[in-house]
């Protein structure tokens, strides 16, 4: 199609709407018929007009009064079959214009100098990335673009080597990371980035144009973080790391030995011992230090958990937490809702989930077992890093339980572990804010979504693992939890300082499992809503139901239907 002159300010005014660029729907822009993206489609999965029109607009900001020979939808690069200029890379298919806007004629022998095969970028696992040619392969991707510190970045070839898995990259495609690059990742990954591709300046531009600007709550909150890290909080207190597991050897050690004379405290010690290897797995498998990486096994040999598993699902509860759709932890429906659903998603049990509320909390570690292994299996298939080792850490774990503890011990305890687990995590975010949309604000949202719980006695201290400080964990969830104490007035003093909406949220114990309790009540007592968001997505970036995360393979007690 030629394209015609658009005038700056109504180009303007589609790049500045809201709905004009969601996610990746409109800076990948390649040769493929048209497919499945974000907005702008009927219920057929045709492009409505006002899509087709915004792809011919962005185009134009994109690449300038040309002749376009496709727009197309966003996710996978399939096999060309026209020669495309330089100015098109990672874009679209473009012909050449001469000078009167005809189309230049193709050189038969390749020889044209305007006239080449187009380029993608190919990284390894140091960030150090090469230009090759595009592949024809439908999962290639030639535009993944990611903000992090203010500055674009091409990661469509860094994807594939990421070494927590492609879906992470692909969840953020058109959005910025900064923050959840810097929690999750070593002072040397957050060197690493910085080697990879930027965007093409069109592109970013676009995407700029797009996304929310910085608020000054993230921007102060990275002030913070630099001070914290420049003044020593994440170096951990050996003395009680060593405590800690000594704790747990001696729960372990005690339930071996009265499992013949005493099995149901046999059973008490070893569900406590279960909950306390849980909560020293999650800070393993969240360090990012010498020690952590160590210990990151620990997990899977104490728990019976897989860290693969535990990061796919674990993190992206971090990253996107209380979205609907998306969060993997509020998805426990048919059993428990959080929220009224739309009638096409209801069940009986909802009207009764109050009074039940305690049945599926025991299942948690049940499932969460089931879909380590299921995870762990499919890992080593797809040759996920240590997979083959992982595999092995859980073995061990079940060759050391079925030798020292009798099925009417472990089994029991198991549930009994589950049970208290759920009474801990579940409550310090299903009483806040849910999100029917992505949260460009991070910061602000983890403020928002999360209370935390103030303990009452030691028991209670040691019991909760940490998790009471729930908001210090989500901001900073590599720092050892040791820290927290400490950290609590500084976010305090951030929140009031800041102006963030509800502040430091914090109840005491039981009131906090009250609260949980009274959400089932009332949600239980509701009518259903229609046009609820569904617990398992709508094909949103990130959402449960597209199954791009390998720990997406239970999704709760959902799946477990």
Known sequence: VKIPYVPTDLLAWFISTPRVIQSNAIHDIYPCDFERTQIGYHNNNTPGPTMMLRRAVMGIALLGPSSVSGFAAPHHQRRMTTPVTTSARFSTVVEAPTANGASAPAVEDGSSSSVVMPTAWECDEDAECVEVPVCDDEECRTTLDVRIHGKWYDLSGWRKAHPAGAHWIDWYDGRDATEVMDAFHSKRGREMYKRLPGSTPETAAVLEASVAPYSQTELNFRKLRDQLEEEGWWERDFVREATLLAIWASLAVGAAATAESAPPVSTLLLALSMTNAGWLGHDYIHGVDK???????????????????????????????????????????????????????????????????????????????????????????????????????????????????????????????????????????????????????????????????????????????????????????????????????????????????????????????????????????????????????????????????????????????
Do not use: C
């Open 291 to 561: 020690f952590t990486d160590l210990m990151r096994p620990f997990a899977a040999v104490a728990a019976g958990l897989g860290p693969t598993w535990w990061s796919d699902k674990h993190n992206k509860h971090h990253a996107l937490t209380n979205e609907m759709g998306v969060d993997e932890d509020i998805a426990t429906d048919p059993f428990l809702f959080p929220y009224a659903p739309d009638p096409a998603n209801d069940s009986p049990l909802r009207k009764i989930q109050h009074l039940i509320f305690f049945i599926p909390f025991s299942f948690l570690f049940a499932l969460w077992r089931v879909d380590t292994l299921k995870v762990a299996v499919d890992s080593v298939e797809v040759k996920r890093p240590d997979a083959k080792n992982e595999l092995w850490y859980l073995l061990a774990h079940y060759f050391v339980l079925l030798t020292f503890f009798p099925l009417s011990v472990w089994v029991p305890a198991v549930f009994a572990s589950g049970l208290m687990s759920a009474l801990i995590v579940t409550p310090t975010h299903q009483s806040e804010e849910f999100f029917e949309e992505y949260q460009p604000d991070w910061v602000t949202a983890q403020f928002e979504s999360t209370r935390n719980a103030v303990t009452t006695n030691p028991f209670s201290e040691w019991l909760w693992g940490g998790m009471q400080y729930q908001l210090e964990h989500h901001l900073f969830p590599s720092m050892p939890r040791s820290k927290y104490p400490k950290l609590r007035p500084i976010l305090m003093k951030f929140a009031e300082e800041n102006n963030v909406p509800g502040g430091y949220r914090e109840s005491g114990e039981f009131e906090i499992l009250y609260m949980n309790w009274d959400l089932y009540r009332k949600v239980a007592e509701a009518d259903p809503v229609p046009g609820a968001p569904y617990s398992r997505g709508n094909g949103q970036l990130g959402a449960i139901d597209l199954g791009t995360s390998p720990g997406a393979g239970g999704v709760g007690l959902g799946k477990f239907m």
